[in-house]
C-alpha cells in the first residue's frame, strides 16, 4: 500500500472532508471522512488502488456519536473514520462493493443501532431472535 | 423435482459447535443455504468494557479454548503498544514458541476432526494421539494443556532452561516423523483424495470478495501471511514459506495446513535454538494513556485482529474483536451450493471453523 | 433379576451425548480427547452417541446463551429416564469468566438439574472422567 499517494487521492477527491491523517500502532494509518463520502472513498480505493480487503468495521458509541471504523489492510493499515448522530445513525452500504463487509455491518446494526442502507439482509447476526433490550453496546443500554 | 428444507443444528454429529443451518435441497443436492450463528454470544466486547486491562488478558484466552495464545498474544500486543513498552526478546521468542505449537496443535486437531467426519477414523486417532505431543510440552512449559496463560501485558511468566528446550526439540523431531506419515497420506491416499478434491471449491476472486484470510486463502492462491508481511513478535527474525496452493478445494487447504505443520516445526526449532538471554516481562502500568490501536496476528485459521481505544483509566473504552472464522462463514452459502448433502461434513470441516471466535 | 442387569449395564456402560451451550471449546477439546488413545474411555464402557434418544448422560460445557436455553432443555427432555446431567468445567458450573455477560444466563444448572459439577477452566480429561466414575458410584 502506498499510504501518500492513498491520501494524496482522498485530499483530491474530497477537498471539503477533514481527513487530518494520523499515524497509530501498529504500522496504521487513519482519516476521517463525512458519512456521505465513505462509501465514494472505498469505491475510489477499490478502482484505483486494488484495496479490498476490510479486515473489520468498528463501532463505538462515544457518548455524543456513533463512530465507525472501517480497518483496511494490504500490507499496512488504513482505517477510515466517520462520525454518525446517535438518534439517526445510517450510513450506504459498502457489500455490493466488498460482499465481506455483510457480516461485519450487520454485527454493528445490531450492537449500536446502525442502520447500512442498501444492505439486502440486515438480520440479527449475534443476538438472539428475540432480543428486544436494545443494541448492547450503546452506552444507554444496560 | 420439488425442494426440501433441512434443519441442521445446533446440536448435530456433523458439527462440533452449535450452529445452525438451512439446507434447501433438490434430491442429494443442495440449490441454497442459510446459516444461523450466535448460539456461543457471550456478549465478549461487553464484558470486556467492565474489566481493567489486566483481568482482561484472562478473558480474552477463553474467547476461543484452541487458539487462546494467539488472542492473549494480539491483545497484549495492542496493549503494549498503547503503553509504549519495549517487550523483551527473550519473552517474545517464549511468546512466538507458543504461537507455532498452537498452530501445530491446531492443525493436527483439524486434521484429526476433518478425518473423522469423513470416516477416517484411523487418522483421527492417530493424530490427536500425536497431538498429545504438543499439549505435553505446553502443560510442560505454562501449566496447562488447552489454556496457557503465558502472556501478561510487557511479556510472559514462564521460562525454561537448556535441558527443556533440549528435551522438547528431540519431541519435535518425533512429532515430525509422524506429521511426515500424515502428509503422505494426504498426498497419496486415493479415498482421501476422491472425498476432497473438487469439494467445498473457492476461486482466488471469491476469497478476495469475501475478505477470507489464513489457510482457505492461501488454497485458493491468495499469497498472504502476516508472519511474513506485517511480521510481529520476532516472525521478521525467522526463516519460514507461507504454503499456497493454487486447487481451492478441501484438499488443498488439507495440503496447505499439513506442509504449515512442517514449517511450524522448523520454526520452533529456530526459536528454541536461538533463543536469546534476557528478562522476561517489564513491568506495565495499570492505567493505559488515551490511544487506539489495531493489532493483527496471524491464528490458526488466519488474520485475528484487535482494535483497542484506551481513556486514561485503567479499563479499555472499546476492544473490538474479528476473529477469521467470521470471513469463512461468510463463503460458506457459496461452497455449500450445488454439493451433496453427503459432502457437507466434508466441507464444513475443510474451513476448520471455530464458532466461539466468530460468536465471541 | 432384568432390573439388576439392566442396572448393571447402565452403571458398567454409560452411553454420554455432549452439548456445547455456548462454551470457548477448551472443555469440549478436552471431552473430546476421552476417546482417543491417551484416555480411551470406550475401555470403560463410555460410548459417545449422536441422540440424545440414546444417551443415559449428557455431557455439558458452556454458559447458557439464551439461544441454547430451549435447545438445552429439549435435549434434556428428549433423554430416555434415568438420565444425569454433568457440568464440565467452570462456566457450565457457574457462567465463569462470562458471567455477567448480556446473553448468559449463567451456569447449566439453571436449566437442567445437574447431578455432577466437574470444575476447571478448562476441565482436564482426567477430572472428566474422576467425574463420571464418581457420578456412576452414586447409581445403584
Known amino acids: 500500500m502506498n499510504v501518500d499517494l492513498i491520501l494524496e487521492a482522498l485530499r483530491e477527491g474530497f477537498p471539503t472532508d477533514p481527513l487530518e491523517p494520523q499515524t497509530m500502532p501498529i504500522d496504521e494509518t487513519i482519516v476521517t471522512l463525512t458519512p456521505e463520502n465513505l462509501r465514494p472513498a472505498v469505491q475510489m480505493l477499490i478502482t484505483r488502488f486494488g484495496l479490498r480487503h476490510l479486515s473489520t468495521i468498528t463501532g463505538i458509541d462515544t457518548g455524543d456519536e456513533i463512530e465507525l471504523l472501517y480497518h483496511f489492510w494490504d500490507r499496512q493499515g488504513l482505517t477510515l473514520r466517520t462520525s454518525l448522530p446517535r438518534e439517526d445513525a445510517r450510513i450506504a452500504t459498502l457489500t455490493d462493493l466488498i460482499p465481506g463487509a455483510a457480516f461485519y455491518e450487520r454485527e454493528a446494526a445490531e450492537m449500536l443501532g446502525v442502520v447500512f442502507e442498501g444492505h439486502t439482509g440486515l438480520d440479527t447476526l449475534l443476538l438472539p431472535d428475540d432480543w428486544d433490550s436494545g443494541p448492547p453496546l450503546r452506552k444507554e443500554v444496560e | 423435482m420439488s425442494r426440501i428444507t433441512i434443519p441442521i443444528g445446533p446440536q448435530h454429529p456433523a458439527l462440533k459447535e452449535p450452529i445452525s443451518f438451512l439446507l434447501t435441497v433438490e434430491g442429494e443436492r443442495i440449490v441454497e443455504s442459510a446459516l444461523r450463528i450466535g448460539y456461543v454470544h457471550r456478549g465478549l466486547e461487553r464484558i470486556f468494557q467492565d474489566r481493567n486491562y489486566v483481568q482482561n488478558v484472562h478473558v480474552v484466552e477463553r474467547v476461543c479454548g484452541i487458539c487462546s495464545h494467539v488472542h492473549t498474544t494480539t491483545y497484549c500486543q495492542g496493549v503494549e503498544a498503547l503503553l509504549g513498552l519495549e517487550v523483551p526478546p527473550r519473552a517474545l521468542y517464549i511468546r512466538t514458541l507458543l504461537c507455532e505449537m498452537e498452530r501445530i496443535h491446531s492443525h493436527l486437531l483439524w486434521l484429526g476432526v476433518l478425518a473423522e467426519h469423513i470416516g477416517f477414523t484411523t487418522l483421527f486417532m492417530y493424530t490427536w494421539r500425536d497431538r498429545e505431543i504438543v499439549l505435553d510440552v505446553m502443560e510442560e512449559l505454562s501449566g496447562g494443556r488447552v489454556a496457557h496463560a503465558v502472556n501478561i501485558i510487557g511479556g510472559v511468566r514462564i ?202 | 433379576m432384568i432390573d439388576r442387569i439392566v442396572r448393571w449395564a447402565r452403571r458398567k456402560s454409560p452411553w454420554v451425548l455432549h452439548f456445547n451451550s455456548g462454551g470457548c471449546n477448551g472443555c469440549d477439546i478436552e471431552i473430546v480427547d476421552l476417546l482417543t488413545p491417551r484416555y480411551d474411555v470406550e475401555r470403560l464402557g463410555i460410548l459417545k452417541e449422536a441422540s440424545p434418544r440414546h444417551a443415559d448422560v449428557l455431557l455439558c460445557t458452556g454458559p447458557v446463551t439464551r439461544q441454547s436455553r430451549d435447545r438445552l432443555r429439549r435435549i434434556y427432555e428428549q433423554m430416555p429416564a434415568p438420565r444425569w446431567v454433568v457440568a464440565v468445567g467452570s462456566c457450565c458450573c457457574s457462567g465463569g469468566v462470562f458471567r455477567d455477560g448480556y446473553n448468559v444466563l449463567g451456569g447449566v444448572d439453571r436449566v437442567v438439574p445437574v447431578d455432577m459439577y466437574v470444575p476447571g477452566c478448562p476441565c482436564r480429561p482426567e477430572a472428566i472422567i474422576d467425574g463420571l466414575v464418581r457420578l456412576l458410584e452414586t447409581i445403584e
Open chain 2, 159 to 360: 521460562d525454561l532452561d537448556r535441558d527443556h528446550a533440549h528435551s522438547i526439540l528431540a519431541r519435535l523431531d518425533e512429532l515430525e516423523r509422524q506429521i511426515e506419515v500424515f502428509v503422505r497420506i494426504v498426498q497419496h491416499e486415493r479415498t482421501f483424495q476422491a472425498r476432497t478434491r473438487g469439494v467445498g471449491h473457492l476461486s482466488a476472486e471469491q476469497v478476495r470478495r469475501y475478505c477470507v484470510v489464513g489457510p482457505v486463502a492461501r488454497a485458493s492462491g491468495v499469497d498472504v501471511d502476516l508472519r511474513r508481511d506485517a511480521p510481529y513478535a520476532v516472525y521478521d527474525r525467522l526463516k519460514f514459506r507461507a504454503i499456497i496452493a493454487q486447487e481451492g478445494d478441501v484438499w488443498a487447504r488439507t495440503m496447505v495446513r499439513s506442509m504449515e505443520t512442517i514449517e511450524s516445526l522448523e520454526m520452533c526449532r529456530q526459536l528454541l535454538t536461538e533463543l536469546p538471554e534476557g528478562p522476561l516481562a517489564v513491568r506495565a502500568p495499570r492505567r493505559v494513556p488515551p490511544g487506539e490501536v489495531v493489532s493483527r496476528c496471524e491464528a490458526p485459521r488466519g488474520e485475528l485482529v484487535y482494535y483497542i481505544r484506551s481513556d486514561g483509566s485503567d479499563r479499555p473504552a472499546r476492544v473490538k474483536v474479528r476473529t477469521p472464522t467470521l470471513t469463512t462463514l461468510m463463503t460458506l452459502p457459496d461452497q455449500l451450493r450445488d454439493v451433496n448433502t453427503a459432502d457437507v461434513p466434508t466441507v464444513l470441516s475443510g474451513v476448520d471453523l471455530c464458532i466461539a471466535c466468530a460468536d465471541r
